[in-house]
């Protein structure tokens, strides 16, 4: 029995040593060794080597990239949820001057609702009304009749609200100052 094992490239690489030996011994040149004929056989198929390189980019380079892309996309996307829900809630509470008692509350409930993606309770509220200024998410704490005395029609509601900034991915952080995000909106109440 016999058993004939060929390694990618072997036999191809005899035949043609022996075909260029014949030739090389016409020339007058000396065939190549078989340490030389290894390391040619080696070199060929560096195929693969692209292949590392482009994962070593990718791995080194482009995912640190593209993590800060999503990371600053998950900020913007809390900061422009922030601006949106503020100017809502800012616009109701201006057309609420004879219907509320607890202006604080219809701000806090106008923003929730308006930023489903964003954590309530992460919340800092204070609002400006007539000058007096309120802070928390109920006027209940304060005198709550006259913050709706406050809310009287000609004057002017600030209702600002403030978010931390939260840029983990992958369980690290990468807002260590605790940075926040505040959004502020002043209307004139109807």
Not at 38 to 46: I, P, S, V
């Amino acid at each position: 029995m016999k058993i004939h094992i060929d390694l990618p490239g072997w036999t191809a690489a005899l035949k043609r040593r022996s075909g260029r030996a014949s030739e090389s011994a016409a020339m007058g040149v000396a065939p190549r060794s078989i340490g030389r004929l290894a390391r040619a056989l080696l070199r060929e198929g560096e195929e693969g080597q692209a292949a590392v390189e482009t994962t070593l980019v990718l791995w080194f380079v482009l995912l640190p990239l593209i993590t800060g892309i999503l990371i600053f996309g998950i900020a913007m996307n809390n900061y422009l949820q922030l601006t949106n829900a503020v100017s809502i809630a800012a616009r109701t509470l201006a057309i609420s001057a004879n219907v509320t008692t607890d202006p604080c509350a219809t701000a806090v409930t106008a923003v929730t609702n308006a930023a489903p993606g964003l954590n309530a309770s992460s919340m800092t509220f204070t609002l400006v009304l007539n000058g007096s200024t309120y802070t928390g998410t109920s006027c209940s704490n304060a005198n709550s009749s006259t913050a709706a005395t406050n809310l009287a029609s000609g004057t002017t509601a600030t209702l600002t609200v403030s978010y931390p900034l939260n840029l983990s991915i992958f369980k690290t952080v990468f807002s260590q100052n605790h940075a926040e995000l505040v959004a502020s909106a002043t209307e004139l109440v109807q």
